[in-house]
C-alpha cells in the first residue's frame, strides 16, 4: 500500500486564508465549489494543484457512493479466469488529520468515530513532510472538512492544540488490501453468487463450487489461499458423497496437493489423509451434543465411526467405546487418532460392514450388557449412526436381534441415527421412515434433532429413540404389557452452521 501525499490546505508560508475556510454545505454542492474555487484563484499566493501541485480539495463524495464501490477492486478485474495481483492497483481519496505523534494514542480513543474502520489499512501513516507529525486517516463518509467534526471530537482537538483542519491523501490500494468476497465480486460475472466460505480442514480450505463458478475455479482457490492464513492448499468436491467408503472425488483448486492434514475440534487432535476419508468440521457441536449425553461408565456404539469424532470425546470421558468404519483408510486412521489422543485402550476398534457389526460385536456386548446381572447396572447404552445417506435402512439389524427373555426396558440401548430430509416437515418425515424400517411408530417415543441445513430444501436430523423389547428380542410381541418402553425426552432444536 503506498500513500502518496496531497496536503489539503495552503503551503506553510500561508496560514491566514480564514476567509476561504471551506464549509460543510460548500464541499457537498458542486456550484459552491466552483464559487470557492474563484475565490481561492484570486487570493495572492495560492495555487491550485495544476499550478503548484501542492493544493487539492476534496471532491464531491456523491451521497450513494458506498464503501462497497470506493474501497471495491478495479472494474476492468472483470472476468479474469487467471489471477493477475497487480491488476487490483486502485487510488482513492482519503481525508486524513495532521496531528503531534506524542498525542496519537490519546487522541485515537476519542476519535472512534470519525476514524477510517477499514480492516488492512493502518488509521495512523507517518507524515512524509514531518517526521514530527503524524496522519490519522478519516472515514471519507462522514469527515469532509472541519466542520465535520462533532462538538466533543473539537473540544478533544482544541485541547490537545490540534488544528481541525483535513487534508487529503491519494491512497494506492493493491490486491492486498481486498478481502475475498471483494475480489470474487469484482471478477465473476454480475448477479452470479459469489464463494468467499468453505469448509476448513486443517490447511485444506474445501469448496462446494457452482456451475457458473466453475470457469474462475482456479482463480478463487489461489483467493482463498492468499486471504486466508495457514490455508496452502484448495479443493473443489467433483461428486457426492454416495460410495461405500463415505469419501468422494477432488480437484486441487490451487496450492500443494498434499492432503494429509491435522485438526483440532473440541480439544481433541485428529490426523488423517482427508482425500480418502469423510470429516466434515461443521458437525464439531453435533459430535459434542451427543458427548455430553453419556456419563462416565456408559457404553457407546459408533456404527460409522469415520476418524473417530464421537468415539474419542466419549472415550476420554472414561466410556467404554466400541467403534466400527468400513472404510480401510477411516479404521487405520482411527487406530491411530486413539493413540494420538491416549485413549486406545478405552476403544476396541472394528473394520466391519454396519450390519456385520451389529449382528456381531454389538450383538454379543449386548448379550452381556442385558444379561441375567443386567439389574445391577447402572449405566447406558448408546448406538450413534452417522451415515445420514443410510443409515436408516441400517435400522432392520435391530429386528430379533437378541436371544432369552428382555429385562427392564430402562437398559434398553438408546439409539441415534442420522438422515437428510427434504420433505416440509422433515422431523415427521424421518419418524415415519424410521418406524417403517422397524415396523413400530416412533413418533410417541422419540426425540428429533435438527443438526444442520445441508442444501436449500435439505435437512441433516437426528433421531433418537430407545429400541423397544419387541424389536430387539426373539419371539416377542410388539403389545407386551410388560415391557413399555418409557418415552426419551425431547431436545432443543437446533442448527449447527
Sequence with gaps: MRILWRPFGFSRKLLKVESCRITESESLIPLAWASLIQKLSRTPGIFLLDQRKRFSTMPEIETHQRDSELFSPPSDVRGMTELDRTAFKKTVTIPVLKVRKEIVNKLMRSLKRAALQRPGIKRVIEDPEDEESRLIMLDPYKMFTDDSFEKGELSILKQLNVNPQISKYNLELTYENFKSEEILKAVLPEGQDVTSGFSRVGHIAHLNLRDHQLPYKHLIGQVMIDKNPGITSAVNKINNIDNTYRNFQMEVLSGEENMMTKVRE?????????????????????????????????????????????????????????????????????????????????????????????????????????????????????????????????????????????????????????????????????????????????????????????????????????????????????????????PIKRQRTDKDF
Design 266 to 486: 473440541n480439544n481433541y487432535t485428529y490426523e488423517f489423509d482427508f482425500s480418502k476419508v469423510y470429516w466434515n468440521p461443521r458437525l464439531s457441536t453435533e459430535h459434542s451434543r451427543i458427548t455430553e449425553l453419556l456419563k462416565p461408565g456408559d457404553v457407546l456404539f459408533d456404527v460409522f465411526a469415520g476418524v473417530g469424532p464421537f468415539a474419542i470425546p466419549v472415550a476420554k470421558k472414561n466410556c467404554t467405546v466400541f467403534a466400527n468404519d468400513l472404510n480401510p483408510e477411516s479404521h487405520k486412521w482411527l487406530l491411530h487418532n486413539c493413540k494420538l489422543n491416549k485413549v486406545d485402550q478405552k476403544v476396541k476398534v472394528f473394520n466391519l460392514d454396519g450390519k456385520d457389526f451389529l449382528q456381531g460385536p454389538v450383538r454379543e456386548e449386548l448379550m452381556q450388557q442385558l444379561g441375567p446381572l443386567s439389574k445391577e447396572r447402572k449405566h447406558s447404552v448408546h448406538i450413534v449412526m452417522n451415515l445420514p445417506a443410510k443409515a436408516i435402512e441400517f435400522l432392520s439389524a435391530f429386528k430379533s436381534l437378541l436371544d432369552g427373555q428382555p429385562c427392564g426396558s430402562e437398559l434398553f440401548p438408546i439409539v441415534h441415527c442420522y438422515s437428510f430430509s427434504k420433505d416440509a416437515n422433515p422431523a415427521k418425515d424421518v419418524q415415519q421412515r424410521a418406524g417403517t424400517v422397524l415396523g413400530i411408530s416412533l413418533e410417541a417415543c422419540s426425540s428429533v434433532h435438527l443438526v444442520r441445513n445441508v442444501a436449500p430444501n435439505k435437512e441433516m436430523l437426528c433421531i433418537t429413540f430407545r429400541i423397544p423389547a419387541a424389536i430387539l428380542y426373539k419371539n416377542q410381541t410388539l403389545n407386551g404389557d410388560n415391557h413399555e418402553d418409557p
